[in-house]
């Protein structure tokens, strides 16, 4: 067989283990793996598979993917690389599938730790939500914390579960159910519950998991499932799209999985977070010249458990530059400004939408000419909200909001 044929062929084998070792491996793992001439893996994994290892050991570098072009490198080579559990859930074969064609790849899972700790507490797998805390804030966890779910957490190590209760507790979640869940599958499997309130575990395994069940108090801040969020929510100096405007601006954005967003002009960042909100796939770069109204969004975004929101601090159209294209793009500040809309219409994938809100006569101006430049719909949205007027009460209307909506050919044309 030629070199070439031989890199086509499987020659990457992606193994997951268990704390039970070698006993919990297949016949054709155990085959794999001491037929492998190099195997790779975490400290842990190597001294749980030592006794099928024939060819050379290696540990995995720091950062690990110092080890992606030592692998590609060996193609054509038996190489295996050991994981835990599941390789493809929040492990090392999700990296490598994306340099490694998945025909030249076979792939023995084990079972996961989501798996075990489902076994475990006979839980649902399908019905838990599924964090993780490896390379991730505790931030992560606000948009699952619905009372009466479940919750499944990969900890980064032994200070995690502390730091999962502190931050229930903090939030209003102090009366959650805690399952700390220890080496799970091997001889040193443990498992012990607890409240989040008062949480006193000092003596937790690196290797654990936490099962909640949410319960929240009164005050909880629970994040709703629905777009336009109580402005509450945001920490902001008066540049914020106000919770009406901003739910029918979420529906003309139309997010969908996966899609990335430009928020130009972000101001407190409600736009972009509440798009990061839609689906844990989505991305969002939050482009704002002000550096206090950039750290504030910051701050909103870890805040409502999107700490992945980018910030680019730079005023529109300079900041564009050199920006992964856009799906969508929403311009509520900055509008005004020369060359904004056409620049970043011009940066949209095909395709893509637009919506540019508007409350002064200038950048309404310029709205018109988009109309009339790519076409789409203008409306214009009134909010009256209900205020005191001496000792009675009437309704006061706010700003009219001019919107524009526009959608890029598929053909990339204007």
Known sequence: MSAAAQARSPWLSIIGIGEDGIEGLTGAARALLSGARVVYGGKRHLALADGLISGEARAWPSPLTGAVDEILG??????AVLASGDPYLYGVGSLLARHVPAAQITAIPAPSAFSLACARLGWAVADCAQVTCCGRPVETLAPHLQPGRRVLVLSADETTPAAVATYLSARGFGASRL??????????????EAEAYGFGFNDVDPLNLIGIEVVGAAGAKVIPLASGLPDAFFENDGQLT?????AVTLSSLAPRAGE??????CGSGSISIEWL??????RAIAIERDPERAARAARNAANLGVPRLEIV???APEAFADLPAPDAVFIGGGGQADGVIETAWSALRPGGRMVVNAVTLETEARLIAAHGTYGGSLARLSVERLEAIGGRHGFR?????????????RDGGA
């Open 74 to 79: 060996l193609a054509g080579t038996p190489v």
């Open 179 to 192: 399952h700390v869940m220890e080496a799970l599958g091997g001889r040193r499997e443990r498992i012990r």
């Open 242 to 246: 106000k919770r009406e405007i901003r």
């Open 260 to 265: 990335r967003l430009w928020d130009i002009g």
């Open 277 to 282: 909100l839609r689906h844990p796939a989505n």
């Open 313 to 315: 601090e730079k005023a």
């Open 397 to 409: 209307p706010a700003m009219t909001v001019t919107q524009w909506v526009g959608q890029k050919p």
